[in-house]
């Protein structure tokens, strides 16, 4: 589980302030992914990677950015945080997509709260 | 897109009893049928899976059973105690390089 890092681990903003939650892995997995999880919505997918410059929409993609120069960060901007972005965010990596390797191992989260 | 649902939402028992969570989804094409649990306050972790050409899979006291042409799978556990309380999610998945889909969860509770 330590192969999975988000930082930070709690962070308290205002509405219309920008916003970099950081995810580090170090399984060199190739895909990544970044959630949002709010009660009663569960697990809802924001973005994705597949390798290094490769990103792709989630479920939930308004509002956030992310990008991935380097296989082992995936960093998720918020340019203008709202209110309705108070949530926990989990970063997670897996090696693959298809049948074999998927597993995805999440980080520990970050609890974001916009004022 | 792949629509998911599970039931029930919330699900109480008593320590020693059996639980079940049933999750449908819509993709026929679906493949790979995981569960993960997520304890409170922590981070969600793969606990079973099973593939399209599998029916049932066992590991201790859980166990995932598949039915495909009813496009329903579900997590079976028994002998339940205290440490099983958790939330409980499924996420199916389709074939290609698609990613999983989640449902919103089951929270158990097992009360001793």
Not at chain 1, 15 to 35: A, P
Not at chain 2, 79 to 100: H, I, M, R, W
């Amino acid at each position: 589980d330590a192969g999975i890092t988000q930082s930070p681990r709690y962070k308290i903003t205002e509405t219309g302030r920008q916003v970099t939650l950081m995810c580090h892995q170090t399984w060199s997995h190739s895909y990544m992914f970044w959630y949002r999880q709010d009660l009663g919505h569960g697990l809802r997918l924001i973005y994705y990677s597949a390798a290094a410059d490769i990103t792709d929409k989630g479920e939930v993609p308004d509002g956030y950015v992310v990008s991935r120069s380097k296989t082992e960060n995936f960093p998720l901007t918020l340019e203008s945080a709202t209110r309705s972005q108070t949530s926990v965010y989990f970063c997670a990596s897996s090696e693959r997509l298809g049948l074999e390797g998927n597993e995805q191992f999440f980080g520990p989260g970050t609890r974001l709260t916009v004022l | 897109g792949e629509n998911v649902e599970q039931h029930p939402s919330t699900l109480s028992v008593q320590e020693g009893d059996s639980a079940v969570i049933k999750c449908t989804y819509s993709d026929s094409a679906s493949n790979y049928f995981p569960w993960y649990k997520q304890e409170l306050g922590k981070r969600p972790q793969l606990i079973i899976d099973i593939r399209s050409n599998v029916g049932e899979k066992k590991d201790q006291r859980i166990a995932v059973t598949l039915n495909k042409t009813a496009k329903h799978f579900s997590l079976h556990i028994t002998e339940t105690q205290p440490e099983d309380s958790a939330v409980y999610f499924c996420a199916p998945k389709s074939t290609g390089n698609t990613p999983l889909v989640f449902g919103k969860g089951t929270r158990l509770s097992v009360i001793a």
